[in-house]
């Protein structure tokens, strides 16, 4: 894929690009240090400090003889892989290992698209760039363009077209782990490839190469905001279905156990308003206690999976998870206002049986 290639496609297409970019960039081993103690081998995108400074816009200066970990906010985790001062590569070409130490990490939002390979990525100093990139194979280089258009909605075609032209070039087969094929030596594993046609949807899922847009982002995040939102009401739903059998179970409790110890409290002069306080709060404690935890634990675990997925739309899900959450507890302040009333008059009304 080139520039004048994407332009030409784009004309095609209808599409009126503003500017693009491009990104050059490496793939080579890295062995991962844990906090735990132990190690693994990974393959790593690898990109020159002058090609990122390009890009963002940004002033960085990467030292000889190291490397900068590049994350995005979302994807924070991955510098677990990072907690030693230094790492060691391994150049799959050569099959030579040498060692990088590690600078601190540069972390910047929405410079690409987080459901890219390139979430994260190790900045190298230009001149141990240009050493390793001049001893690596093709196999183990790629070029990331990044297209601005006028009106990003109406991208569709566009982006189907990049990707049959993508699929066309490789005879409709895709190497779907290329983003791991830097350490396929180390892990044991082999190179996948899976035709294109019947195997759409786990392509889609797991190609690093796939061609994505903000329109086909914004779609899959719709996708994945409809099934956080059924989960968030599956959680709200039990959590109001525990707190109404809950209740229920505590009101007959109530009536057959405590009736007679409110009317102990009658005889004894207390006013029927003081005893109604004394049943609300029972009640309170035993009717809420489900609902809160439950739609508070549930906002917060869909909060976490969405934050985990480089979910996009994550403010615009939880101001619904809010408003469902909100939903519950108007709806269960109005039953326990209602029940309230009930339980209350059942005890208070109940006939005193006095003797001389």
């Known amino acids: ?32 240090h844990y906090k735990s103690g132990e190690n693994d081998w990974s393959s790593r995108i690898i990109v020159s400090e002058d090609n990122f400074n390009v890009l963002s816009d940004a002033a960085i200066s990467v030292p000889k003889g190291s490397y900068t970990v590049y994350y995005d906010s979302s994807m924070e985790y991955k510098l677990n892989a990072f907690s030693a001062d230094n790492s060691l590569f391994y150049n799959p070409t050569t099959e030579q290992e040498f060692t990088l130490t590690q600078n601190e990490p540069i972390c910047r939002n929405r410079l690409f698209n987080t459901r890219s390979v390139f979430s994260s990525f190790l900045i190298l100093n230009n001149e141990d760039y240009r050493t390793i990139a001049a001893t690596l194979a093709d196999e183990y280089r790629a070029v990331s363009y990044m297209v601005n258009v006028e009106n ?29 094929s830097a350490t396929f030596a180390k892990t044991g594993s082999h190179a996948e490839f899976l035709p294109f046609e019947g195997n759409e949807t786990r392509i889609a899922r797991v190609w690093s190469l796939y061609p994505l847009s903000k329109l086909s982002s914004t779609t899959t995040q719709f996708e994945a ?12 739903i039990v ?48 009717y809420f206690i489900p609902a809160v935890p439950g739609c508070i634990i549930g906002a917060f675990t869909t909060y976490r999976i969405m934050l985990v997925s480089g979910v996009i739309y994550i403010g615009k899900t939880m101001q619904l998870v809010g408003c469902v959450c909100g939903l519950v ?24 049986h006095l003797s001389a």
């Open 152 to 180: 990003w909605q109406d991208t569709m075609d566009f982006q189907n077209n990049i990707l049959k032209a993508v699929i066309s070039d490789n005879n409709g087969v895709i190497f779907t782990n290329w983003h791991n």
């Open 329 to 352: 507890v108007i709806s269960q302040s109005t039953i326990f206002l209602v029940l309230r009333e009930v339980v209350a008059d059942k005890m208070l009304n109940t006939p005193l």
């Open 1 to 32: 894929m080139t520039e004048s290639r994407i332009e030409e496609i784009a004309e095609k297409s209808n599409t009126v690009i503003t500017s693009i970019k491009h990104i050059d960039c490496l793939l080579l081993g890295v062995q991962n």
């Open 225 to 236: 905001f409809a099934t956080y939102l059924m989960l968030m009401l599956f959680i709200a």
């Open 239 to 286: 959590a109001f279905v525990s707190a109404v059998m809950v209740i229920g179970l505590k009101l007959i409790s109530m009536i057959w156990d405590d009736t007679e110890v409110y009317n102990d409290l009658q005889r004894l002069g207390m006013k029927s308003k003081r005893i109604k306080e004394l049943i609300t709060k029972q009640m309170l404690f035993v």
